[in-house]
């Protein structure tokens, strides 16, 4: 991989809002999410939770917002008909947004399909 990445998988930008949760919470609270880039290997998005490192995520994502990559998630995910794909995620960091204090960036990492 060139240039210290080390990513695996293709990232591209994405927009549009999702829905998630923790996972393993009695009654979890349902956050909301605004895509900014990802593949089927994970997303980045922002939120307005600071969410702590290694915290299991459900995602819930419309794989219709991810335009001509949804045929790739399709494929990787084994799903056929379903528009949204609800995978468990790990967050691999969070850091407040530059651009919005009130705002988070999250990394996340998918571990499997919910």
Do not use: H
Not at 29 to 50: H, K, M, P, W
């Amino acid at each position: 991989m060139e240039n210290g990445e080390r990513r695996q998988r293709l990232r591209v930008a994405a927009q549009g809002g999702f829905q998630f949760r923790k996972q393993g919470e009695t009654e979890p609270e349902v956050c909301n999410g605004q895509l900014v880039d990802g593949s089927v290997a994970g997303i980045r998005f922002i939120t307005d939770a600071y969410l702590e490192k290694n915290t299991p995520l459900v995602i819930e994502l419309d794989l219709d917002q991810l335009a001509e990559d949804a045929g790739d998630w399709r494929s990787f995910w084994k799903i056929e008909d379903n528009r949204v794909l609800t995978v468990v995620g790990s967050v691999m960091w969070c850091q407040e947004c530059e651009d919005n204090p009130e705002g988070f960036e999250v990394g996340t990492r998918f571990t499997d399909k919910a």
